[in-house]
């Protein structure tokens, strides 16, 4: 088209980088805002372990109060939180049987992982007496 028109040569050029900006900007603009969240967050992770044996103890709940995150222990009492805001949180680990754990102030960090091993106690579960 330059070839018909040099007038127009300028013109194009301008054309050209303009369309390359756009096309920058819609690619930058398409990128999902979790990709940046993900640079804010951190991780969470350890052990349960029973207080008076050390050892493991799976199934146990463990949740981030205020939050709907959370995570359960697997066969070796381990577990994992990922992709947990930057911040402060209280921990609660729960379990049937033992009695519930609360840790306070447990500050994540972006891009690390706060690692925790806490050990639960047994309690004995009273019910009424059933009548036959």
Known sequence: MQRFFPALKNSWALF?????????LLLVSAIPQSVFAQLETGSIAGRVVVQSTSSPLPAVNIIIKGTQLGAASDAEGRFEIPRVPAGIYNLEF???????RLINKVVVNPRRTTIRQVELIPTVL????VVV
Do not use: K, Q, V
């Open 126 to 129: 009273e019910t009424e007496g």
């Open 16 to 24: 050209d980088r303009t369309r390359i900006a756009a096309l920058c």
């Open 94 to 100: 729960r379990m049937i049987g033992y009695e519930t």
